[in-house]
């Protein structure tokens, strides 16, 4: 059965979980962020969905995905979901989206997640640093470094007023090791750092701060990448058979709930988790019944020291 829903499934038993709570998902739109919109709609919640991708007005990224998809998601599986088109390197927008969400929400504001990346295109995995496009690789600090930090910026005073919040930093990875390029190695580790920066800022007012990493991730573009579809994804397999090991984006959607919902999620701040691990504390499977353990298997196969 698809634990998605039904009788028994992840969705009923965290049905209200979140009632009453108001959350950003800043890049929204498709892949981890839409996942994590749509968990938190099912727990309850009212989820802000920001993002560049809006129809008829797509970003540069050329996908079809939108954030009025993500936030109608959102609402069907239970929440409520409000698409706000917000570009997070813009901090006059960002100001926008906060005093929107101040406005309606009576300046309450309880989960932050940033998710913002969009820099796919800018990374060329084949070249060393000083071979690589010097203006991509600064352009992906503005797109995935800048972007969280102005967003922390605007929405932290909502949450220090209210002495209660969490803030999380969507990254890849758990660690500091070097990931293969070393633009993309800056912005992901950037993430985990300001995680564990704001957390120290932001205990003496009661709000949390953490990092999230998902394994191989089974996203809308991976699935278009490999050209199958989350019905058949297994056929990828025969091309990379590390995919067997994929999960989707709601593996780790799903532990950022299970944070939230936690009484004692004060002591998971600073640190940075990762969805296997999260599965395993909180005892919740994959939507799609499943229980990938990229850690394990990563390790078993000797990807990281």
């Known amino acids: 059965m698809n634990e998605t829903s039904g009788k028994g499934g992840w969705s009923e038993k965290m049905k209200g979980t979140l009632e009453g709570k108001v959350a950003v998902v800043a890049g929204a739109t498709r892949g981890l962020g839409r996942a994590i919109a749509v968990a938190l709609g099912e727990a309850g919640a009212t989820v802000y969905c920001s993002g560049r991708s809006v129809r008829g007005k797509p970003s540069d990224m050329g996908r079809s995905e939108t954030i009025e998809e993500t936030a109608e998601l959102a609402t069907a599986r239970g929440g409520r979901g409000i698409a706000v088109r917000t570009d997070h390197e813009d901090v006059q927008q960002v100001k926008a989206l906060f005093e929107q969400v101040a406005d309606e929400q009576d300046g309450r504001l309880d989960i932050l997640v940033n998710d913002i990346w969009g ?23 503005r797109r995935s470094v800048f972007t969280h930090m102005i967003t922390s910026h ?17 990254t890849d990875g758990w660690d500091y090791r070097y990931r293969g390029n070393l633009y993309y190695s800056l912005a992901k580790v950037s993430a985990i750092h300001l995680a564990q ?16 990493t998902p394994g191989f991730l089974r996203s809308e573009a991976m699935l278009d990448h490999f050209g199958v579809t989350e019905q058949n994804w297994r056929e990828a397999a025969k091309i ?36 296997w691990d999260l599965s395993e504390e909180y005892g919740y499977p994959d939507a799609d019944g499943g229980r990938p353990h990229w850690g394990r298997y990563a390790k078993e196969r000797g990807f990281y020291d």
Request: charged fraction near 25%.
């Open 240 to 275: 990379d058979p590390n995919f067997i090991m994929s999960e989707t984006p709601y593996l780790m959607a799903r532990g950022i709930v299970h944070i939230a919902a936690d009484p004692d999620r004060a002591s998971k701040s600073g640190g940075v988790f990762a969805s």
């Open 197 to 212: 920066a704001m957390a120290a800022d932001l205990k003496p007012y009661g709000v949390e701060a953490l990092a999230v």
């Open 154 to 170: 605007v929405a932290a005073p909502l949450m220090v007023a209210r002495k209660q919040g969490l803030v999380v930093e969507v």
């Open 119 to 141: 820099s796919d295109p800018l990374n060329d995995w084949e070249k060393r640093f000083w071979e690589h496009d010097l203006d991509n690789g600064l352009r992906t600090q």
